[in-house]
Structures are given as structure tokens and as C-alpha cells.
């Protein structure tokens, strides 16, 4: 059976607080029903994700595996949303800005502002990172542009010009 967006997410936040209640909590469900959603994953999956003790939860061999795939789940249901509302609307959606904290100067927040003025159906998002962070976020395509320094070569990244 394919998993579910609220199985994913239970086992995140699960995974984050270590504790079913604040979990439950966090996610605005019952302690049981968060409890289902757990079992339900790990009976999907045929793995036990989380050691259980008195006190809390703690990650398995297991679950320590899936968490990194986990994680890119929500992430990239947003981005086939975003896609999708893309497909809809040509013309509409969000451009993933992905920068150096140098450049975040008046001159290119002007320059921010003048886009969104000709484009108001484009929403902006500025990633403020560092060069090699930058790197990763372009080739996860968590960002769609880059604005930094060289990058290593990379066939999957396009090198337009320089500011």
C-alpha cells in the first residue's frame, strides 16, 4: 500500500519531539490516532521505525534510514503543487531565489521589487545560504536560481552569466 502525507508527517514529527504526546499535540490529533498513523507506516514499510521506552520514542536502525527520505516528502509535495498551480495559471506561481547574504543589498532588493511589480502573480522566495549550500538546494531543486559565487562544474546546472 503507498504511504500517506499524514503517515510521513506523523513520523517526522514523531521523529523530532521523541515523544507521542507532544507529537499528538504538535499535529493536532489524538494520541491514538497518531498512534494508527505510526502502525500503519511501519506495517507499509515491514519495519519497526522507532524503539519505544517509558519515557519517549526513539529512531530505529530502520527509521534512521527512512528519516532522510522522509524528510524530502513534504518538500516535495509542496513542489508538485507548486507545479501544478504553475500548469494552471502560466504566468502564476513562486520563484525560488536561492542567495548569498552579499547580495542582499538595497540594489537587489530594488531590483526584487521591480520583478514583483511587472509579475505581481509571481511570489518571490529569497533562501539566504552560503555558496556550497546553494549548490546542494540548486541540485535538490529546492531553489530554481542561484545568486553566488562559481560553482563546481555540473551538467545538471546551468551556468547563465555573471552579475
Do not use: W
Amino acid at each position: 500500500m503507498p504511504m500517506k502525507f499524514k503517515q510521513i508527517q506523523a513520523f517526522i514529527t514523531v521523529a523530532r519531539e521523541g515523544n507521542m504526546t507532544l507529537a499528538a499535540e504538535k499535529m493536532g490529533i489524538t494520541q491514538s490516532g497518531l498512534s494508527r498513523l505510526l502502525l500503519s507506516l511501519e506495517a507499509d514499510l515491514s519495519a519497526s521505525l522507532f524503539e519505544r521506552h517509558k519515557h519517549g520514542m526513539a529512531l530505529s536502525e530502520y527509521g534512521s534510514a527512512f528519516l532522510p527520505y522522509a524528510l524530502t516528502m513534504p518538500n516535495t509535495e509542496q513542489k508538485a503543487r507548486e507545479e501544478i498551480e504553475l500548469i494552471r495559471g502560466a504566468g502564476k506561481g513562486i520563484l525560488r531565489i536561492g542567495c548569498v547574504s552579499s547580495l542582499l543589498t538595497s540594489h537587489f532588493i530594488d531590483k526584487l521589487a521591480a520583478f514583483h511589480q511587472r509579475h505581481p502573480q509571481i511570489h518571490l522566495r529569497i533562501v539566504d545560504r552560503i555558496d556550497s549550500e546553494l549548490y546542494k538546494l540548486l541540485l535538490m531543486h529546492d531553489i530554481d536560481i542561484a545568486l553566488c559565487g562559481p560553482l563546481p562544474h555540473d551538467e545538471k546546472i546551468v551556468v547563465r552569466g555573471k552579475i
